[in-house]
């Protein structure tokens, strides 16, 4: 979700999940349009009765009080100045969907990722560290590095895809059988933090970290990098630059910050989390280019 990204007009579905907030709230919410970009299937731009403007986003996988408590957190952090966005309402919707109405925070998505973008993204990371010291109630979330999750990511997708992912599942419940194989800290996680979950000013000073959908997460600070990387890759497919103007030496300059931060075995842990997270998804989206992709990460590292 992007906050200011250049508005298009809203769907039918959008316009549905507002009605449906304002149904269960009474709150008044007008749509104004819907963000062009976006993690998560793109965000609704809305009108509160006062003229404040708000964004509306759904979490799926979360649940109600995980997106409570992330309000909670989000909260807290704007008090230390994290450019955060205020959580102003959080309602139960059909199906298990959280619907989020939050501050639409100032700037836009990057246009273009390079180097420079990616040293103030990783200087915003390290303002993450040790926030949720006082928080224990926040968890670190499970790598599922020995056993599928309870609903993603599975191994049997892996199992049942080919014989490169079989190879790259064999050797992720390896990393997973080592002692150390589940994540620790205190730091603000953000799990999903990519280039178009960052807004930016028109000097590229970071304006806002949004997207926090699949709820704040207690951990090292530098997990939320991997998923960067692969994002990055990903981005890197279209031939024109990608989502985001993605510079290869913006790759380049976060593998060689991962590198040089994070011990191998930790660095190699968090990368099968991420492998066998990403081709669960891309599998089932069945898309041939980005699972050979996906499966090119993985094998990177890991093989």
């Known amino acids: 979700m992007s906050d200011n990204a250049t508005a298009k007009p809203a769907t039918t579905e959008h316009h549905a999940l507002v009605a449906e907030i304002n149904e269960r709230t009474g709150r008044g919410l007008v749509v104004t349009g819907m963000a062009d970009q976006g993690e998560t299937g793109g965000a609704v731009f809305v009108r509160w009765p006062d003229g404040h403007d708000g964004v509306v986003t759904r979490s799926y996988d979360a649940g109600l009080d995980a997106m409570r408590r992330t309000a909670e957190v989000l909260s807290m952090l704007r008090g230390r100045g994290l450019p955060v966005p205020r959580h102003e309402l959080v309602v139960q919707l059909d199906n298990g969907v959280v619907g989020v109405v939050q501050e639409r925070l100032p700037g836009t998505p990057p246009h273009r990722t390079d180097a420079d973008m990616i040293n103030a993204v990783l200087a915003m990371n390290e303002r993450f560290a040790g926030l949720l010291t006082s928080r224990p109630d926040v968890p670190v979330p499970p790598l599922h590095l020995r056993h599928s999750g309870p609903e993603f990511p599975r191994h049997e997708t892996l199992a049942g895809y080919n014989d490169r992912s079989r190879r790259l599942l064999k050797i992720i419940r390896e990393v997973g059988a080592a002692p150390v194989h589940e994540m620790i800290g205190d730091d603000l996680v953000h799990t999903d933090y990519t280039i178009p979950n960052v807004l930016v000013d028109d000097s590229g000073k970071i304006t806002g970290v949004v997207d926090w959908n699949f709820g704040v997460a207690r951990g090292d600070r530098h997990f939320g990098l991997i998923k960067l990387r692969f994002d990055l890759a990903w981005a890197r497919l279209d031939p024109t630059g990608g989502h985001n103007g993605v510079q290869q030496e913006a790759i380049d300059h976060l593998d ?48």
């Open 256 to 303: 060689n910050y991962l590198a040089a931060t994070l011990e191998p075995d930790l660095l190699r842990m968090y990368w099968a989390h991420w492998t066998l997270t990403m081709l669960h998804w891309t599998i089932r989206a069945g898309e041939p280019d980005v699972i050979d992709l996906h499966l090119r990460l993985g094998e990177s590292r890991l093989s």
